[in-house]
């Protein structure tokens, strides 16, 4: 059974940072694209950041230049490093992987509110 667990939302003022974290079990990890997705109330979830099994990095334009996708494949963990934060980066953050094109699996997300 595979699960994606993500931890360290909460509440930051503006211009602070937060660091998301995913673990991951029942699932290959190293040969997994691991990423970052995000939905505010009302609104379609976006992706914020993907990492590939190889390394390979990919943000939205909203977060370029903010935010850092990195992982540690002997921790199965996949992080986000989410810095200069602004209130519109108030969503629910969930971890994403899949691997090859297999099936995708969804963490239950973590809550991220920034205050202005």
């Known amino acids: 059974q595979v699960q994606l667990v993500e931890s360290g939302g909460g509440l930051v003022q503006a211009g602070g940072s937060l660091r998301l974290s995913c673990t991951a079990s029942?699932?290959?990890?190293?040969?997994?694209?691991m990423g970052w997705y995000r939905q505010a109330p009302g609104k379609q979830r976006e992706l914020v950041a993907v990492?590939?099994?190889?390394?390979?990095?990919t943000y939205a334009v909203s977060v370029k230049g903010r935010f850092t996708i990195s992982r540690d494949n002997a921790k199965n963990t996949v992080y986000l490093q989410m810095n200069s934060l602004k209130s519109e980066d108030t969503c629910t953050y969930y971890c994403?992987?899949?691997?090859?094109?297999?099936?995708?699996?969804w963490g239950k997300g973590t809550l991220v509110t920034v205050s202005s």
């Open positions: 029942g699932i290959i990890f190293s040969r997994a694209a």
């Open positions: 990492i590939t099994s190889g390394g390979f990095t």
């Open positions: 994403n992987g899949r691997v090859s094109s297999g099936p995708e699996y």
